[in-house]
């Protein structure tokens, strides 16, 4: 069950990244079509700024990171033992290099990772996290942390981050020149040409929220192939699941930084609390959600 659970989840990521590229590239076309009367022209101009967003965005420091998160490193085990111990153990286990270990000064349980690549990677807990949790729970979130460092989950995230953000960059350049002189498709007034615009205009329209959508979905599907890998690396989904039961009665934490939420092993911003409405656009699948997987396990 769980290593058919961890080849579901990646198989739906895939999915997930394809679906994103074509919807850059649609948006390209749409661009190009309406505003140089060359849709692969637009398709190539939105995949050329599609890299030079991915460029920049992967190479951001994780110092940035921890600083949007007012968060500080601890250097040995003498500042905290037991994260230290725990952090060091469930890296042993993934086989990847000791990451960075940083502390949020936050009453609020909340964890997360972040890194370009195992090799940089840092991972952070709150004071939260660090008085509620005891060892075995602690295990299971460190855990999830670093099958998120294993799986190149945050250097995923990124990417998809880099993606929507080049979205809304063509949709803003759209928005710029129709408010300056609109397109120079008006010599399409046959039927084809006329729905061929429309069409245009509908995807540069609802590309934004399509993106933020997949944006989520993916997210969403990390945090359960995440919550799987701990379990592996634990061999104790009783860990977990007792971690994340704690996490539906915790507090949002004070001042999180909206632009990290989709890191953290629960949504900083509601933290459990979720409403009874559509969880189209959570960073994080319900915790509810998340237990019964485990259990099923």
């Given at each position: 069950?769980?290593?058919?659970?961890?080849?579901?989840?990646?198989?739906m990521?895939?999915?997930v990244?394809?679906?994103?590229?074509?919807?850059?590239a649609?948006?390209?076309?749409?661009v190009?079509?309406?505003?140089?009367?060359?849709?692969?022209?637009?398709?190539?101009?939105?995949?050329v700024?599609?890299?030079?967003?991915?460029?920049?965005?992967?190479g951001?420091?994780?110092?940035?990171?921890?600083?949007?998160?007012?968060a500080?490193?601890?250097h040995?085990?003498?500042?905290?033992?037991?994260?230290w111990?725990?952090v060091?153990?469930m890296a042993?286990?993934?086989?990847?290099?000791?990451?960075?270990?940083?502390?949020?000064d936050?009453?609020?349980?909340n964890?997360?990772?972040?890194?370009?690549?195992?090799?940089?990677?840092?991972?952070?807990?709150?004071?939260?996290?660090?008085q509620?949790?005891?060892?075995?729970?602690?295990?299971?979130?460190?855990?999830?942390?670093?099958?998120h460092v294993?799986?190149?989950?945050?250097r995923l995230?990124?990417?998809?981050?880099?993606?929507?953000?080049?979205i809304?960059?063509?949709t803003?350049?759209?928005?710029?020149?129709?408010?300056?002189?609109?397109?120079?498709?008006?010599?399409?007034?046959?039927?084809?040409?006329?729905?061929?615009?429309l069409?245009?205009?509908?995807?540069?329209i609802?590309?934004p929220?399509?993106?933020?959508?997949?944006?989520?979905?993916?997210?969403?599907?990390?945090?359960?192939?995440?919550?799987?890998?701990?379990?592996?690396?634990?061999?104790?989904?009783?860990?977990?699941?007792?971690a994340?039961?704690k996490?539906?009665?915790?507090?949002?934490m004070?001042?999180?930084?909206?632009?990290?939420?989709?890191?953290?092993?629960?949504?900083?911003?509601?933290?459990?609390?979720?409403?009874?409405f559509?969880?189209?656009?959570?960073?994080?699948?319900?915790?509810?959600?998340?237990i019964?997987?485990?259990?099923?396990?």
């Amino acid at each position: 069950m769980l290593y058919q659970q961890i080849a579901r989840n990646k198989r739906m990521t895939v999915v997930v990244m394809v679906a994103f590229s074509a919807l850059v590239a649609l948006v390209g076309a749409a661009v190009g079509y309406l505003f140089a009367g060359s849709a692969w022209g637009g398709v190539i101009i939105a995949l050329v700024i599609a890299l030079i967003y991915v460029s920049v965005m992967v190479g951001q420091s994780t110092d940035v990171v921890m600083r949007m998160n007012n968060a500080h490193e601890i250097h040995s085990a003498d500042e905290a033992p037991e994260l230290w111990h725990v952090v060091e153990d469930m890296a042993m286990v993934a086989q990847v290099p000791m990451p960075r270990v940083f502390i949020i000064d936050d009453p609020s349980p909340n964890a997360f990772a972040t890194g370009n690549n195992p090799e940089h990677a840092a991972v952070a807990a709150t004071t939260g996290l660090l008085q509620v949790m005891n060892r075995e729970e602690l295990e299971g979130v460190m855990g999830h942390e670093m099958s998120h460092v294993r799986n190149y989950d945050i250097r995923l995230q990124t990417i998809a981050l880099a993606l929507a953000s080049a979205i809304g960059a063509l949709t803003g350049f759209v928005s710029h020149i129709w408010w300056f002189g609109g397109s120079n498709r008006d010599d399409d007034r046959d039927g084809a040409g006329v729905i061929a615009i429309l069409g245009s205009i509908l995807m540069i329209i609802l590309a934004p929220l399509a993106a933020s959508i997949a944006q989520m979905a993916l997210s969403r599907n990390r945090e359960y192939l995440a919550d799987a890998g701990s379990v592996e690396l634990t061999r104790n989904p009783h860990g977990l699941i007792s971690a994340l039961t704690k996490l539906k009665n915790a507090t949002p934490m004070k001042d999180p930084d909206p632009n990290s939420s989709a890191l953290y092993i629960s949504d900083p911003e509601k933290n459990g609390k979720h409403h009874w409405f559509s969880h189209l656009f959570d960073t994080h699948p319900p915790l509810d959600d998340r237990i019964q997987r485990l259990e099923n396990m």
